[in-house]
């Protein structure tokens, strides 16, 4: 069972448009974190959200955490090549906060 | 180095034959967990440890072995491969404090 459903599962866009993807569960998270990926690496952390509603901006990007702390948004602004990886929502329950559940992922291109 | 290094990067081994992945980390964190990551199930917790000699089991641990007798090091072993354990394994590390996870750049399995 996938507890952590990402949308969508690719994408493919130009250079400057915007875009926004999504992680969603029916179970309630204590945090949530974004990564990104790229070939041949190890996923790296973008940002962590811990407070329902909570939003945090990283130069283009945009994190929202839901207020139920069920689902969060990634929002990325004017898109550059830069950008293309696959990014990975991860979420810690309630009382399990060492072990984290990650999505399927959304793979992102971005192309001139 | 600082950092959190797996090894070997690649290897290709024969089905039934035993094999022990690498991981080793520099900052002493306490959590240290193994992934796998396959496509269409993302990223997969095998076995995590919270700390020297405590390791517990995640979602798909039936196959492999660990032990942490050392903080900084977290070998998972293959006892007996098989065709299913293909894949790419991740290491990663936390600190007590710290939400993030720090990801090795992992090993690329394939088994024959």
């Known amino acids: 069972t996938q507890l952590l459903e990402q949308s969508p599962q690719f994408l493919s866009i130009q250079e400057g448009e915007n875009l926004t993807v999504y992680c969603n569960s029916s179970s309630v998270f204590s945090s949530l974190q974004w990564y990104r990926q790229e070939p041949g690496e190890g996923p790296v952390l973008l940002v962590t959200v811990v407070t329902g509603g909570e939003v945090k901006k990283l130069k283009r990007l945009t994190f929202q955490f839901g207020d139920a702390r069920k689902d969060s948004s990634l929002h990325i602004t004017a898109a550059q090549p830069g950008d293309t990886g696959l990014y990975l929502c991860?979420?810690?329950?309630?009382?399990?906060?060492?072990?984290?559940?990650f999505g399927t992922g959304t793979r992102l291109q971005v192309t001139l | 180095d600082a950092g959190i290094t797996q090894s070997p990067r690649y290897k290709i081994t024969e089905t039934g034959r035993q094999v022990t992945l690498m991981c080793h980390q520099t900052?002493?964190?306490?959590?240290m967990f193994w992934y796998r990551q396959d496509l269409g199930h993302g990223l997969r917790l095998i076995y995590y440890s919270a700390a020297a000699d405590i390791t517990d089991k995640g979602e798909v641990p039936d196959g492999y072995v660990v032990s942490r007798s050392k903080t900084e090091n977290f070998p998972l072993t293959l006892e007996s491969a098989t065709r299913s354990q293909t894949s790419v394994y991740f290491c990663?590390?936390?600190?007590?404090?710290?939400?993030?996870?720090?990801f090795g750049s992992g090993t690329r399995l394939t088994v024959v």
């Open positions: 991860a979420g810690a329950r309630t009382g399990t906060a060492s072990k984290l559940t």
């Open positions: 990663a590390s936390r600190g007590v404090a710290a939400y993030g996870y720090t």
């Open positions: 900052w002493s964190h306490s959590y």
